[in-house]
T-cell receptor
Framework: EADIYQTPRYLVIGTGKKITLECSQT?????MYWYQQDPGMELHLIHY???????EKGDLSSESTVSRIRTEHFPLTLESARPSHTSQYLCASSEWADTEAFFGQGTRLTVV | SQQGEEDPQALSIQEGENATMNCSYK?????LQWYRQNSGRGLVHLILIRSNEREKHSGRLRVTLDTSKKSSSLLITASRAADTASYFC???????????FGKGNQVVVIP
């Protein structure tokens, strides 16, 4: 059982609202990732982190931002949500970049 | 950036048959991993094969890796309805400290 949790599981929110998607892991992993996935489509890396106070943008440009103040916590924030942000967001962590990654259950975001 | 590309992308088979899917990548890797995703939920790790390995087994799964062709295959033997899912390969993107995924194969196993 993976010890990585995402909240909320589902979120419907109006355009222009600020939102934060939470991701927490209890495995002490340094590497954490945020992926964006549309239904039936590939995963796009939007942010990753090597450890505390280290964050990098991924392969897909995103208007979201992330922070890594604590090892176990890697929240993603959208300052002003738009319908184009509607998607599923998956958080993952791993001990190293080339070891098994553990995924949360995802947050399905709908912006209306 | 490094991305695996699976082929074929959709596969429908009868229960008991074998399912094979392929993945190609572009740069050197330390290892290649396969994951399963059920109904758009989080991904679950299936198997990891290192760049110095050619074949690896785990239960009904068999993975091969050909680094000269930069490709990998995943074979699921004696498929079950519960194997219905999307399958993704992932690589460490040439050691760039991030895990990059391919497009995914959707497999439907008909009971």
């Amino acid at each position: 059982e993976a010890d990585i949790y995402q909240t909320p599981r589902y979120l419907v929110i109006g355009t222009g609202k600020k939102i934060t998607l939470e991701c927490s892991q209890t495995m002490g992993h340094d590497k954490m990732y945020w992926y964006q996935q549309d239904p039936g489509m590939e995963l796009h890396l939007i942010h990753y982190s090597y450890g505390v106070n280290s964050t990098e943008k991924g392969d897909l440009s995103s208007e979201s931002t992330v922070s890594r103040i604590r090892t176990e916590h890697f929240p993603l924030t959208l300052e002003s949500a738009r319908p184009s942000h509607t998607s599923q967001y998956l958080c993952a962590s791993s001990e190293w970049a080339d070891t098994e990654a553990f995924f949360g259950q995802g947050t399905r975001l709908t912006v209306v | 950036s490094q991305q695996g590309e699976e082929d074929p992308q959709a596969l429908s088979i009868q229960e008991g048959e074998n399912a094979t899917m392929n993945c190609s990548y572009k740069t050197s890797i330390n290892n290649l991993q396969w994951y399963r995703q059920n109904s758009g939920r989080g991904l679950v790790h299936l198997i990891l094969i290192r760049s110095n390995e050619r074949e690896k087994h785990s239960g009904r799964l068999r993975v091969t890796l050909d680094t000269s062709k930069k490709s990998s295959s995943l074979l699921i033997t004696a498929s079950r309805a519960a194997d219905t899912a999307s399958y993704f390969c992932a690589t460490d993107a040439g050691g760039n400290n991030r895990l990059a995924f391919g497009k995914g194969n959707q497999v439907v196993v008909i009971p």
